[in-house]
Nanobody
């Protein structure tokens, strides 16, 4: 089982980034996929989720700016991040969950400069 996140980097405020997460080793299409983020000294927080039926959920702070999507044929999940703000700076993690199974990917750092 593996979740491989990528796409982080340094961007100026107002810019965009797209994070990707490639899954392998499990029945990806059944799983709820989510993106979380964490800054030093704070708890990891949910940013967006997308379940097997296509239902999405977003943290209030990113609504209208971030979009989560998935491609089940490629076992990929994406997070399109637009209008980025300095407060979006964090390590972003992808997660897959279904029934009793939970898998986390390694983080990818997003830094938004003002």
């Amino acid at each position: 089982v593996q979740l491989q996140a990528s796409g982080g980097g340094l961007v100026q405020a107002g810019g965009s980034l797209r994070l990707s997460c490639e899954a392998s080793g499990f029945a990806f299409s059944r799983y709820t996929i989510s993106w979380h983020r964490q800054v030093p000294g704070k708890q990891r927080e949910l940013v967006a989720s997308l379940d097997w039926a296509g239902v999405t959920n977003y943290e209030d702070a990113v609504k209208g700016r971030f979009t989560i999507s998935r491609d089940n044929a490629k076992n990929m999940v994406y997070l399109q991040m637009n209008s980025l703000k300095p407060e979006d700076t964090a390590v972003y993690y992808c997660k897959a969950g279904w029934w009793r199974n939970t898998y986390w990917g390694q983080g990818t750092l997003v830094t938004v400069s003002s």
